[in-house]
């Protein structure tokens, strides 16, 4: 960060780091403004806010009957229960982290990943995000589950963390990585890992084997204000930054059922078509990397 800024949030006085870039204030603005009823709906359910899609078979028995007085209700839950099962999948990967280690959720949107990893490791997790109203929210969260003393969110440039050189156990981007120089990323990803820490990604990358990207992947650039980047790059720029692949998951397939769903809702928000026929012809990929800092 470049400077600092006096501002007020909720009537109560803090600093707020200004963006790095034009770029950083338009997303801290976006997600400042992002308010859709498909995200905050679905956190309603039990109070984790996710910012991420989700994998996973759709389980048509606790769905029931579409005409159903109760289906769109259980539409909703049951999209939202694929979501947090998007993230024990990432948890997965994390390798063994014990109650004393620190984390770190790079882009940490309104906290949801971060909760989970407390409740599964009793960890500490630090969140970072480019959106005040977004960690007000996480924080805000935290604080009435009791855990704001091990989770917390700041505003901060993922590029540019406080955290001290080799500090941290295991970190994440989970569908954060697309807003930022991959380079950059991992370099600061890489910095403040310990040695033999684990760093995941669950991303949308486009695929290498299509050419370039699709009309469906510019249409998400678009449609997030975002830069998906390609398989390959994520696997050079980890090799640059001392992050070896341990594992390089394809969760297309698990995610299509998640996508199919809830383009029969009524909380669609007119991107469904892009993922579904993007993932369909083969041009983009949903996939997990997850690599050991060495
Ligand atoms: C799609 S949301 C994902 C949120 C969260 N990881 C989740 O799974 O719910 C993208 C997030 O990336 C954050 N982000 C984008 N660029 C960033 C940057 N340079 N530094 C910190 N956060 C950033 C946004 O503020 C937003 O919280
Ligand atoms: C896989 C890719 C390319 C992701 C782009 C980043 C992104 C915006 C993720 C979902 O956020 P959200 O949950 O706020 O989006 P939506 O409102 O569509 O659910
Ligand atoms: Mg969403």
Redesign the pocket.
Same mark, same amino acid.
């Given at each position: 960060m470049t400077s600092t800024e006096f501002t007020t949030v909720n009537g109560t006085s803090a600093f707020v780091p200004s963006p790095a870039t034009p770029y950083?204030g338009d997303? &801290?603005r976006y997600?400042n403004d992002e308010a859709r009823p498909v995200n905050l709906r679905l956190g309603d359910v039990d109070g984790l806010?996710?910012?991420?899609y989700g994998i996973g078979a759709v389980d048509h028995a606790a769905l029931g009957d579409s005409e159903d007085s109760a289906y769109e209700k259980k539409l909703i839950s049951e999209l939202h229960r694929l979501e947090s099962a998007q993230?024990e999948v990432l948890l997965d990967n994390l390798g063994v982290i014990g109650r004393d280690d620190t984390l770190v959720? &790079?882009?940490?949107?309104?906290g949801?990943?971060s909760v989970m990893a407390h409740q599964r490791f009793g960890c500490k997790v630090e969140g970072?995000?480019?959106?005040s109203t977004?960690a007000d929210f996480g924080n805000k969260r935290a604080k009435e589950l009791g855990i704001d003393d091990h989770v917390h969110a700041q505003v901060?440039?993922?590029?540019d963390t406080p955290f001290e050189k080799g500090s941290i156990a295991a970190s994440w981007?989970?569908?954060?990585s697309m807003?930022?120089d991959l380079d950059d990323l991992f370099a600061e990803h890489s910095r403040f890992l310990k040695v033999g820490g684990r760093y995941v990604t669950i991303t949308g990358c486009w695929n290498p084997r299509y050419g370039q990207p699709s009309k469906w992947v510019s249409q998400i650039n678009a449609h997030?204000e975002c830069n998906i980047h390609s398989r390959r790059e994520y696997l050079r720029a980890m090799a640059d930054n001392r992050l070896v692949p341990q594992a390089v998951i394809d969760l297309t397939p698990d995610t299509l059922p998640y996508w199919e769903l809830r383009a029969t809702s009524s909380l669609v928000t007119g991107i469904e078509e892009a993922f579904i026929n993007s993932y369909k012809d083969g041009s983009f990929q949903y996939v997990l990397i997850a690599a050991d800092r060495v």
């Open positions: 950083q997303i &801290a997600w806010y996710h910012h991420h993230t959720d &790079a882009g940490c949107g309104r949801g990943s970072v995000t480019l959106s977004q901060c440039n993922m590029l981007n989970n569908e954060s807003y930022v997030f």
